[in-house]
């Protein structure tokens, strides 16, 4: 059940919406126009989407990793 929610948030919520939110950055630096304002708005709003990706897949590498640490040899990631 766990894994069923942790690959719905990874997969079908945190990762498209961080590629959402990349685009919409990208678009408002390349639509600042000079304006240092909105420059600075689409470079702060592709960072948080390039930090919320790092975390996100960042806590699925540490949850494999452990889980092989403790001797875990099941494959975790398609339980049902």
Known sequence: ??????????KWIASPLAIIMLTI???ML??????????GL?????G???IGLILV???YLIIDFILKAIGYTG?????Y
């Open 1 to 10: 059940m766990l894994v069923r929610i942790f690959n719905f948030i990874v």
């Open 25 to 27: 950055g990208a678009v």
């Open 30 to 39: 390349m639509a600042s126009a000079g304006n240092p304002g909105l420059a």
């Open 42 to 46: 689409g470079k702060k709003t592709m």
């Open 48 to 50: 948080a989407a390039i």
């Open 57 to 59: 897949w960042g806590a």
């Open 75 to 79: 494959n975790w990631k398609t339980l």
